[in-house]
């Protein structure tokens, strides 16, 4: 499929409910798949002690549905501009519903790994449609507020999967949450039959087999050589292999891409500024929310003792600011430009995780606040800068692909934060716990070193005795923490500067 010019394509209608009804429809399949990657992140200290999961399999746990969703998002929104976005979208639901309910059973780590993989491919086939039929249906006129509230759900849509799943664990398992996924999956079907049009590309091509290939394989061998490398040691052939086959597919994808008629994804199109400098802020973005999610609800239940409920809720003033900010950055661009629109955000969202790196065991929740609100607003601001200089730098007839792209750039962002805020804080929490671990009995020491979950609870069942062991373990929590913030605002500041010094003063305009 050609990205490389714009396609006019006659206006679409809106389906029964209008533009609304395109929105409530789009948005709630958005807020299925986005929510699904962060409403499991309140069950890991249940996950670490019900399935005895250690942080490498608790990271897997995390990341399985985040790589296939990364890996295939593109291919399938491809898939979607020829044969339909809201049909794929419909068919997507039913695997992401039928594999949700199939995980609320899984008795192992490695079975519910498999189940989240599926889930993901799932959720592959619907986000892609989402935002692409936003783009397609929308007159020119309202598009830009369309894609920013869908940018704004796209934010939100974690803190709303959390809420949700904090009520659940309040009263059920962990099992519940996929239950409930399979459900909203069903509604998400019936909205988007009932209310949304079956937008395609007007002029589809061949499909590029060679670039779906080597993209899946580049993003997949890529997180698998981040979370493997923290598990088995950066030196073994296993990882360093990974790491080669990682590199090798993304020159192949460029290579063959760049000597296609019809590719996938044009690499030339990362010649765009536009374009780059979006699909970098969204990466990065995605990279630092997800990556925090991971391990900062874990900082609000094991360290500060807050149900999983309280935990949610402790995180919604991001979305408060989150959303709001979203629907005024179009009149920010227009007043001041992209660039600055961009780069502040970013620069928001890095200052946020330092202040929030800067947490001890005995910080509480006000600190973690002041950096929580903080990066709402560069997150509010990021992302929807971000998502329009994506699709408005294709023409009406690729915002398929846009939309895949920018959905690519924000779960191979997730995927990738999630496996290097959680590798960069298991290798710390491990290296940093107290000595007297040693002197535990094998099999309980080996729960200390799994995770800070499992330490916990081989210290209350010490009693007494177990006091001194919970200290060590929660402090060796915030080492983990703290450095793993610290690494990724560092890469939030270099994406900043970089956009500042390169992302264009104009945002494009799709046709």
């Known amino acids: 499929m050609t990205t490389t010019h714009r396609d006019t394509v006659p206006p679409v209608a809106t389906g029964r409910a209008g533009t609304r009804g395109v929105l409530f429809a789009m948005c709630l399949s958005l807020v299925l798949v986005v929510a699904s990657v962060s409403a499991l992140n309140l069950a890991l200290p249940d996950l670490a002690?019900?399935?005895?999961a250690s942080n490498g399999a608790l990271t897997w746990i995390a990341d399985a549905y985040t790589v296939a969703l990364?890996?295939?998002?593109?291919?399938?929104?491809?898939?979607?501009?020829?044969?339909?976005r809201r049909n794929v979208l419909i068919v997507g639901t039913v695997v992401f519903g039928a594999a949700s309910l199939a995980a609320s059973f899984a008795d192992s780590t490695s079975t519910l790994i498999v189940w989240r993989a599926v889930m993901g491919v799932g959720a592959a086939m619907i986000m892609p449609g989402t935002l692409s039929t936003i783009t397609a249906t929308f007159p020119p006129d309202q598009r830009a507020k369309g894609v920013a509230t869908w940018s704004g759900f796209a934010a939100a849509g974690a803190i709303i999967g959390m809420l949700a799943a904090g009520a659940l664990l309040e009263q059920f398992s962990w099992r519940s949450i996929f239950v409930t996924s399979a459900a909203v999956a069903l509604a998400a079907a019936l909205a988007a039959a009932l209310l949304a049009p079956n937008t395609k590309d007007a002029h589809p091509h061949r499909p590029d087999v060679a670039g779906a290939v080597t993209t899946a394989v580049a993003i997949g061998t890529l997180v698998f050589a981040i979370i493997e490398g923290?598990?088995?040691?950066?030196?073994?052939?296993?990882?360093?292999?990974?790491?080669?086959?990682?590199?090798?597919?993304?020159?192949?994808?460029?290579?063959?891409?760049?000597?296609?008629?019809h590719p996938l994804l044009d690499p030339a199109l990362f010649g765009i500024r536009g374009f780059r400098a979006g699909a970098i802020t969204v990466l990065v973005q995605f990279m630092a929310v997800f990556g925090f999610f991971f391990v900062g609800l874990q900082y609000l239940q094991l360290i500060l003792d807050y149900s999983p409920l309280k935990a949610a809720v402790a995180l919604v003033?991001?979305?408060?600011?989150?959303?709001?900010?979203?629907?005024?950055?179009?009149?920010?661009?227009?007043?001041?430009?992209?660039?600055?629109?961009?780069?502040?955000?970013?620069?928001?969202?890095?200052?946020?995780?330092?202040v929030l790196s800067l947490l001890g065991v005995d910080s509480g929740y006000l600190p973690f606040l002041g950096g929580l609100i903080l990066a709402g607003f560069g997150i509010g601001l990021s992302g929807a800068v971000g998502t329009a200089a994506i699709t408005g730098s294709l023409g009406r007839g690729q915002q398929g692909v846009a939309s895949?792209?920018?959905?690519?750039?924000?779960?191979?962002?997730?995927?990738?934060?999630?496996?290097?805020m959680g590798s960069i804080y298991g290798s710390h929490y491990r290296s940093s716990l107290p000595d007297s671990v040693t002197q535990l009995p094998t099999e309980a020491?080996?729960?200390?070193?799994?995770?800070?979950?499992?330490?916990?609870?081989?210290?209350?069942?010490?009693?007494?005795?177990?006091?001194?062991?919970?200290d060590g373990v929660k402090s060796a929590f915030m080492d983990g923490l703290s450095a793993s913030l610290v690494a990724v605002s560092v890469v939030v500041v270099v994406a900043a500067v970089g956009a500042l010094l390169r992302a264009p003063q104009t945002p494009p305009r799709a046709d």
């Open 49 to 52: 002690v019900d399935l005895s």
């Open 70 to 84: 990364a890996a295939l998002v593109l291919p399938l929104g491809a898939i979607g501009d020829r044969l339909g």
């Open 230 to 261: 923290n598990e088995q040691g950066w030196t073994e052939p296993v990882v360093i292999g990974a790491f080669a086959v990682a590199a090798g597919s993304f020159a192949a994808y460029a290579y063959l891409g760049l000597r296609t008629e």
């Open 317 to 354: 003033p991001v979305a408060l600011a989150v959303l709001p900010t979203s629907l005024v950055t179009p009149h920010l661009v227009h007043r001041v430009g992209m660039k600055a629109v961009m780069s502040v955000g970013l620069l928001l969202l890095a200052a946020g995780l330092y």
């Open 404 to 420: 895949a792209m920018n959905d690519t750039t924000r779960e191979v962002g997730s995927a990738v934060g999630i496996a290097l």
């Open 445 to 470: 020491a080996e729960s200390v070193r799994h995770s800070a979950a499992a330490g916990l609870h081989v210290a209350n069942q010490l009693g007494a005795k177990g006091a001194g062991l919970a």
